[in-house]
């Protein structure tokens, strides 16, 4: 494992060079990387959703009474198991409702690298502009998992889309149900409670 050639292919991603999917996908020494990415990806979008806190006042909601834990420990905690749900979720739609063969942990490793999106929630806690930095991720994600289960299974763009959004759907809607669960609820990528809240 080559920090260097880690970083170079967080890079690609960032420039929206999707080959660093083909690259990853079969490599079985990437699937460390691909997890570490997702980990702190979550870990970047967990510290964004404590700087909103800090930052942007919002007395409707109160802040929550454990937000260092809440935000930085068990968000990504939450965030990181419900995108390895939604990587399952979109495995299940190709292998049993489009019946494709996928190898699991080639989609591991693209949806890994493909969790790079999440990092941008970091930024969220500017003023005035944070629903662009909540938004905009998720956004990214969506293209990046679908570039990612498009080179993990070779499916046609139409099925690797539906999977795509069906996984992405269940992420945004279990983390959302969480962190409205109550006052302590562990807030996962960035703050899905606040998107959830604009009554």
Known sequence: MDPNVILNRIGRLA???T????????????????????????????FGAF????????????????LVINTLVLGPIFMIAMYG????VAYVVLAQMYKIQVD?????????????PLAISVVMF?????????????????????YAIQSA?????TQVVMAAIIGLAVF???????????????MGAGHFGVLYDFN
């Open 15 to 17: 420039r929206l060079d």
């Open 19 to 46: 080959t660093v999917f083909d690259e990853v996908r079969d490599d079985q020494n990437e699937t460390i990387p691909a997890i570490i990415v997702l980990a702190v990806s979550a870990i970047l979008a967990g």
């Open 51 to 66: 700087l909103w806190w800090k930052v942007v006042p919002d007395d409707r909601l109160g802040e929550p009474d454990s």
């Open 85 to 88: 749900v939604a990587a399952m």
């Open 104 to 116: 699991l942990m080639s989609l591991v490793r693209t949806m890994g690298y493909g969790a790079l």
């Open 126 to 146: 500017v003023p005035i502009i944070w629903p662009l930095f909540a938004i905009l991720p998720l956004a990214l994600l969506l293209v990046m998992m679908i």
């Open 153 to 157: 299974s070779g499916a046609d763009s």
């Open 172 to 186: 945004i809607v279990v983390l959302g149900l969480i962190s409205l669960s109550g006052d302590d609820a562990p």
